[in-house]
């Protein structure tokens, strides 16, 4: 229940800042050592992490769509989206945007999850202006021609049935709404051949005009700038992106959330059967939203279970019986409850004991206190990876974003290894036994698996 | 270029479970030059200083790959990467894994046609101990035979999830196509066949073979000091000798006399394509203009072929040309990604796209855009400790430690006619291979 209330309070406290914001007419700044977050008149908000050591810089932009917020007939809207961004603006042809960032050495990405969806651009830090202006001009002014819209629909369909080649990816989709049966969660990023297939520019249009306004968007700005440079450069670039209301869907999902993502009544197991060579086994545990209190105690319980090569099923399933080349598990976190997903490949024929095996590592987490030297290594597994990926200046900006995004806030980047560090052997079997309750299971595999 | 068919040729000891995708890439500019020495016993070092994290990078580089392989070998250098994970004289299987990540470090290797690379990142503090581990495993590994049965069935795992990815199954199947006598032609992994049956002695032979310090280069980059870094790889690999390694040449691949093709019913639902065009070796000059040329056709937003055939005749919904830089001559590959009904109207879309620019050359500002595009990756791709070493190491194993800091250069001087010049030579509507996986005919 707390997880209900906690991003509500969080929210209204946000409303509040916005407010004095703008009665004030002034940006409100938060410092913590290392980096700053800003929220400007319009309701943007801008986060700065100087970081001198590289000659680059990275501007992304993260806003909160994907499909927590699409309904039903817009699934895939977000992906089909931003695949319009780089297709076209009021102010630059699909050339014309390719070679100015490109033309300097830049990148241009983006990606779409369950919550969000990004664009950034990566340039050597003399043309930070560029990559801010171009940005700002794509979350802006893109311009849905016609023609480009069939392209990207052509593209969007392609990709659907690319993931659908992937067993491992198919056997994750159908995980997701076998857990989620009646949140938008159960809908893939990509959408449905259905819903790709029916959408209009009118529709995308709509999406994006209601999605792409300040008061939903993050700005991170990360590399060599300072954060008197990047505020000033940021406020002129990003002057003319839409305002409006955050989407209506965000307001009406804080309050019914919970209510979307009921427990398991019974063990739920979904098989598709497809002549691959490997059988692939996903197993999946709700969990609670990013904020929760027993956040860190599950990322623990998780990388005890399936991260890295010394973790439980990794050395039970492939280093003691050679059963997968593939094995592990991932805390997959979300706004809203996020789950735990635990995933093998295996031969055919030993579909039913590696599916065995990792449900009774499962059984064991619920059952024994985990020994301290464990819990100690768990615990350096997650704050030592985190920490090497974040020597990658993009992931820098986009975590720093994503925990915007997620109602945590960016300085959640500070605190986390602090959280990690607090969790308990008893967390850990608490965690354990109040969610490792009621399993769904995906299986891909060919005829006669067992 | 280095990166290009990551995916399809390296093949890692274990695969990553994520959560995330994010571009592969750690790091910071480092305030000097790479520091470069040969030790008495002929092993190579390389020191890169990068003090932007406080995380150091340990890349151990083999000159052994699925090129040093045979019918019969097939796959060993792979294998024997994995059993490099199993236990040593004083550690048994899995007590690396523990100690390494016990400190917050992660490791991992890969193998692909050239080579083999075993990789830590650890807090900085922790070099000496994360030396000390890879050493031992490098040097002092049991291939313990109880452990390597288990280990076969693993390996034979990771050739059943060849499968899960159609786009690098096509690409094995244009190797094996384009190369009828180079070992270039076989899968890094081997054939079921010849890992069900590899004794130990194979691999305990690759071992003692090209596990020799005239055959490896290691690197470390960064918060450490490059003198103490060196002497570090000194004192942990004192006593490590061995006979340098003596190659039979290998078997010269005959010129592509004509279109070779092959197509492969799979359950899949739209057609992938792979087209190869024999390419140069990284000895080859033409490398630089190939890497050009493959970046202006088919790598970013403004790339000529994404624009021709994905955007203005839609007959394609992916396209991209990756050239890998190799010991021996390889492939320019183009991969395409089509509905079933379109791979023809696409492959001839294509090879018209490739004559255009063979007879007219490419523009000046996509020669422009090439070339600092290439510039821009390989600046983030070298902003981490890891992608710095990676970097390194590459380019120290297939060719020479130079090679690496005088590339941006030497692109920079890539002039639209030596970028002509290759296209004139690789693409020839007469000679190439082209693999393609598709739905079975309904």
Same mark, same amino acid.
């Given at each position: 229940?707390?997880?209900?209330?906690?991003?509500?309070?969080?929210?209204?406290?946000?409303?509040?800042?916005?407010?004095?914001?703008?009665? &004030?007419?002034?940006?409100?700044?938060?410092?913590?050592?290392?980096?700053?977050?800003?929220?400007?008149?319009?309701?943007?908000?801008?986060?700065?992490?100087?970081?001198?050591?590289?000659?680059?810089?990275?501007?992304?932009?993260?806003?909160?769509?994907?499909?927590?917020?699409?309904?039903?007939?817009?699934?895939?809207?977000?992906?089909?989206?931003?695949?319009?961004?780089?297709?076209?603006?009021?102010?630059?042809?699909?050339?014309?945007?390719?070679?100015?960032?490109? %033309?300097?050495?830049?990148?241009?990405?983006? #990606?779409? %999850?369950?919550?969000?969806?990004?664009?950034?651009?990566?340039?050597?830090?003399?043309?930070?202006?560029?990559?801010?202006?171009?940005?700002?001009?794509?979350?802006?002014?893109?311009?849905?021609?016609?023609?480009?819209?069939?392209?990207?629909?052509?593209?969007?369909?392609?990709?659907?049935?690319?993931?659908?080649?992937?067993?491992?990816?198919?056997?994750?989709?159908?995980? #997701?709404?076998?857990?989620?049966?009646? &949140?938008?969660?159960?809908?893939?990023?990509?959408?449905?051949?259905?819903?790709?297939?029916?959408?209009?520019?009118?529709?995308?249009?709509?999406?994006?005009?209601?999605?792409?306004?300040?008061?939903?968007?993050?700005?991170?700005?990360?590399?060599?700038?300072?954060?008197?440079?990047?505020?000033?450069?940021?406020?002129?670039?990003?002057?003319?992106?839409?305002?409006?209301?955050?989407?209506?869907?965000?307001?009406?999902?804080?309050?019914?959330?919970?209510?979307?993502?009921?427990?398991?009544?019974?063990?739920?197991?979904?098989?598709?059967?497809?002549?691959?060579?490997?059988?692939?086994?996903?197993?999946?545990?709700?969990?609670?939203?990013?904020?929760?209190?027993?956040?860190?105690?599950?990322?623990?319980?998780?990388?005890?279970? %399936?991260? #890295?090569?010394?973790?439980?099923?990794?050395?039970?399933?492939?280093?003691?019986?050679?059963?997968?080349?593939?094995?592990?598990?991932?805390?997959?976190?979300?706004? %809203?409850?996020?789950?735990?997903?635990?995933?093998? #490949?295996?031969?055919?024929?030993?579909?039913?004991?590696?599916?065995?095996?990792?449900?009774?590592?499962?059984?064991?987490?619920?059952?024994?206190?985990?020994?301290?030297?464990?819990l100690e290594r768990a615990k350096q597994v997650i704050v030592g990876r985190y920490a090497l990926a974040r020597e990658d200046l993009e992931a820098q900006a986009f975590y720093l974003g994503w925990y915007e995004i997620l109602g945590i806030g960016f300085d959640?980047?500070?605190?986390?290894?602090?959280?990690?560090?607090?969790?308990?052997?008893?967390?850990?079997?608490?965690?354990?036994?109040?969610?490792?309750?009621?399993?769904?299971?995906?299986?891909?595999?060919?005829?006669?698996?067992? | 270029?280095?990166?290009?068919?990551?995916?399809?040729?390296?093949?890692?000891?274990?695969?990553?479970?994520?959560?995330?995708?994010?571009?592969?890439?750690?790091?910071?500019?480092?305030?000097?030059?790479?520091?470069?020495?040969?030790?008495e016993s002929g092993l190579t070092v390389i020191v890169q200083e990068h003090t932007a994290a406080d995380v150091v990078a340990l890349h151990t580089w083999v000159r052994v790959g699925s090129k040093d392989e045979d019918d019969e070998t097939n796959g060993a250098?792979?294998?024997?990467?994995?059993?490099?994970?199993?236990? $040593?004289?004083?550690?048994?299987?899995?007590?690396?894994?523990?100690?390494?990540?016990?400190?917050?470090?992660?490791?991992?290797?890969?193998?692909?046609?050239?080579?083999?690379? !075993?990789?830590?990142?650890?807090?900085?503090?922790?070099?000496?101990?994360?030396?000390? @581990?890879?050493?031992?495993?490098?040097?002092?590994?049991?291939?313990?035979?109880?452990?390597?049965?288990?280990?076969?069935?693993?390996?034979?795992?990771?050739?059943?999830?060849?499968?899960?990815?159609?786009? $690098?199954?096509?690409?094995?199947?244009?190797?094996? @196509?384009?190369?009828?006598?180079?070992?270039?032609?076989?899968?890094?992994?081997? $054939?079921?066949?010849?890992?069900?049956?590899?004794?130990?002695?194979?691999?305990?032979?690759?071992?003692?073979?090209?596990?020799?310090?005239?055959?490896?280069?290691?690197?470390?980059?960064?918060?450490?000091?490059?003198?103490?870094?060196?002497?570090?790889?000194?004192?942990?690999?004192?006593?490590?000798?061995?006979?340098?390694?003596?190659?039979?040449?290998?078997?010269?691949?005959?010129?592509?006399?004509?279109?070779?093709?092959?197509?492969?019913?799979?359950?899949?639902?739209?057609?992938?394509?792979?087209?190869?065009?024999?390419?140069?070796?990284?000895?080859?000059?033409?490398? !630089?203009? $190939?890497?050009?040329?493959?970046?202006?056709?088919?790598?970013?937003?403004?790339?000529?072929?994404? +624009?021709?055939?994905?955007?203005?005749?839609?007959?394609?919904?992916?396209?991209?040309?990756?050239?890998?830089?190799?010991?021996?001559?390889?492939?320019?590959?183009?991969?395409?990604?089509?509905?079933?009904?379109?791979?023809? +109207?696409?492959?001839?879309?294509?090879?018209?796209?490739?004559?255009?620019?063979?007879?007219?050359?490419?523009?000046?500002?996509?020669?422009?855009?090439?070339?600092?595009?290439?510039?821009?990756?390989?600046?983030?791709?070298?902003?981490?400790?890891?992608?710095?070493?990676?970097?390194l190491g590459f380019y120290a194993t297939i060719s020479d430690p130079e090679f690496a800091s005088a590339y941006l250069g030497r692109i920079r001087q890539v002039t639209r006619d030596e970028v002509q010049r290759v296209a004139r030579r690789l693409f020839d509507?007469?000679? !190439?291979?082209?693999?393609?996986?598709?739905?079975?005919?309904?």
């Open positions: 229940m707390t997880w209900a209330v906690r991003p509500l309070i969080a929210t209204l406290l946000a409303l509040l800042l916005v407010a004095s914001i703008i009665a &004030h007419g002034e940006a409100a700044s938060v410092r913590v050592p290392g980096a700053s977050r800003h929220v400007l008149e319009s309701g943007l908000t801008v986060v700065v992490k100087p970081s001198p050591a590289s000659d680059l810089v990275v501007v992304e932009a993260l806003l909160r769509a994907g499909p927590r917020l699409e309904a039903p007939a817009l699934s895939g809207a977000t992906f089909f989206v931003r695949g319009m961004l780089v297709r076209g603006t009021d102010r630059r042809s699909a050339d014309q945007i390719a070679q100015a960032i490109e %033309g300097v050495g830049g990148l241009l990405g983006g #990606g779409t %999850g369950a919550d969000f969806t990004s664009l950034y651009a990566i340039t050597p830090s003399r043309h930070l202006d560029l990559g801010m202006e171009m940005v700002a001009d794509l979350l802006t002014n893109a311009r849905f021609d016609p023609r480009d819209v069939e392209t990207q629909r052509g593209v969007g369909l392609s990709r659907i049935r690319q993931n659908a080649d992937q067993p491992l990816q198919r056997a994750v989709d159908l995980l #997701g709404a076998t857990l989620y049966p009646h &949140h938008p969660y159960a809908q893939p990023v990509l959408g449905t051949t259905e819903t790709i297939a029916a959408l209009t520019r009118e529709q995308l249009l709509e999406f994006y005009r209601a999605h792409f306004v300040a008061s939903n968007t993050v700005i991170v700005i990360a590399g060599n700038v300072t954060e008197i440079q990047a505020l000033d450069k940021a406020r002129r670039a990003f002057g003319a992106l839409r305002t409006g209301p955050p989407p209506r869907r965000l307001g009406w999902l804080r309050t019914v959330e919970r209510a979307l993502v009921p427990p398991l009544a019974s063990p739920q197991e979904v098989r598709e059967t497809r002549p691959t060579a490997a059988a692939w086994i996903t197993v999946g545990y709700l969990g609670v939203p990013a904020g929760h209190r027993d956040f860190a105690p599950l990322r623990v319980l998780n990388a005890v279970l %399936g991260e #890295g090569m010394s973790s439980r099923l990794f050395v039970e399933v492939r280093e003691r019986r050679g059963l997968a080349y593939q094995v592990g598990s991932a805390y997959v976190m979300r706004s %809203g409850p996020g789950h735990i997903r635990l995933s093998a #490949g295996t031969d055919p024929s030993t579909l039913s004991v590696v599916r065995a095996a990792m449900l009774r590592e499962v059984e064991r987490l619920r059952a024994e206190p985990l020994p301290a030297d464990e959640y980047d500070r605190r986390f290894a602090d959280e990690i560090g607090r969790v308990t052997a008893s967390d850990v079997l608490r965690v354990a036994r109040m969610y490792l309750t009621v399993p769904a299971l995906a299986v891909v595999a060919p005829p006669g698996a067992e | 270029m280095r990166v290009a068919v990551l995916l399809a040729a390296v093949l890692a000891v274990a695969a990553p479970v994520g959560v995330i995708a994010l571009p592969v890439a750690a790091g910071a500019r480092g305030p000097g030059a790479a520091v470069r020495a040969v030790l250098a792979h294998f024997l990467e994995h059993m490099l994970f199993k236990g $040593t004289a004083k550690r048994r299987a899995g007590e690396m894994d523990r100690e390494i990540e016990g400190i917050g470090g992660v490791h991992n290797a890969g193998t692909s046609l050239d080579w083999t690379y !075993y990789h830590v990142a650890a807090p900085s503090r922790h070099f000496d101990r994360v030396l000390e @581990l890879q050493s031992d495993a490098l040097m002092h590994s049991t291939l313990d035979p109880s452990e390597l049965e288990r280990e076969r069935r693993v390996v034979l795992e990771e050739i059943n999830r060849r499968d899960n990815f159609p786009a $690098t199954r096509a690409l094995e199947l244009l190797r094996g @196509l384009a190369f009828t006598v180079h070992p270039y032609r076989r899968s890094v992994l081997g $054939t079921r066949s010849t890992v069900e049956r590899m004794p130990r002695e194979t691999l305990l032979g690759f071992y003692r073979d090209y596990y020799v310090p005239d055959n490896m280069t290691v690197v470390v980059v960064g918060n450490v000091r490059a003198a103490q870094a060196t002497a570090g790889v000194r004192r942990a690999y004192a006593g490590f000798r061995g006979p340098p390694v003596q190659r039979a040449p290998r078997p010269v691949e005959p010129p592509l006399e004509s279109v070779r093709r092959l197509a492969v019913e799979q359950d899949v639902r739209v057609a992938y394509l792979a087209i190869g065009f024999p390419g140069p070796a990284v000895r080859d000059r033409e490398v !630089y203009a $190939t890497d050009v040329l493959a970046y202006a056709l088919g790598r970013g937003l403004g790339a000529r072929l994404r +624009q021709q055939v994905v955007e203005r005749s839609r007959l394609a919904q992916s396209v991209g040309v990756s050239f890998l830089t190799t010991e021996d001559p390889y492939l320019l590959v183009v991969s395409a990604i089509t509905e079933p009904a379109h791979a023809e +109207q696409a492959e001839a879309a294509i090879l018209a796209e490739l004559a255009a620019v063979a007879e007219q050359g490419i523009t000046e500002a996509e020669l422009a855009r090439a070339r600092n595009l290439l510039e821009g990756e390989h600046i983030y791709g070298t902003h981490t400790t890891r992608g710095q070493a990676y970097t509507p007469r000679r !190439y291979a082209i693999a393609v996986i598709r739905p079975a005919a309904r």
